[in-house]
């Protein structure tokens, strides 16, 4: 299956279950719908789904690395303490926050699908 504009339809709450259950489902639709537009804020929900779901947490990632970067570059300039140990420390330092915000986004984003399933689970049939 192509994954050229194809969305994830939720019907009920079995489709529901199955967009956490079915890892394949990030892979083979690029966003997520739902058919009953009578719940209220839907709109919103499916956005935030939509935000979420296919969320990897780089954009976390690159915060924490790039405010890592600059706060160990102030640090070393400000105490004229530049060496090659202190350079491999701070590459090895904005490499682990990079990932540590990789995973807090991934979490983040995670348990803000697992919302908008819980709310969406409320409406549906």
Do not use: E
Not at 5 to 14: C, E, F, H, V
Not at 70 to 83: A, E, R, V
Not at 96 to 113: C, E, H, P, S, T
Request: aromatic residues 12%.
């Amino acid at each position: 299956m192509s994954k050229a504009n194809t969305t994830y339809l939720i019907n009920n709450k079995i489709d529901l279950q199955r967009l956490l259950a079915d890892k394949s489902i990030k892979y083979r639709y690029n966003t997520i719908g739902v058919s009953q537009i009578n719940i209220p804020n839907v709109l919103k929900i499916i956005k935030n789904l939509n935000t979420y779901f296919f969320a990897c947490g780089c954009n976390l990632g690159t915060a924490f690395s790039l405010s890592t970067l600059l706060i160990m570059t102030l640090y070393l300039t400000y105490s004229n303490s530049w060496s090659i140990v202190s350079f491999l420390l701070t590459v090895l330092v904005v490499f682990l926050n990079g990932y540590l915000g990789k995973l807090l986004g991934l979490f983040y984003a995670k348990f803000r699908v697992k919302r908008c399933i819980n709310i969406l689970k409320i409406h549906l049939n």
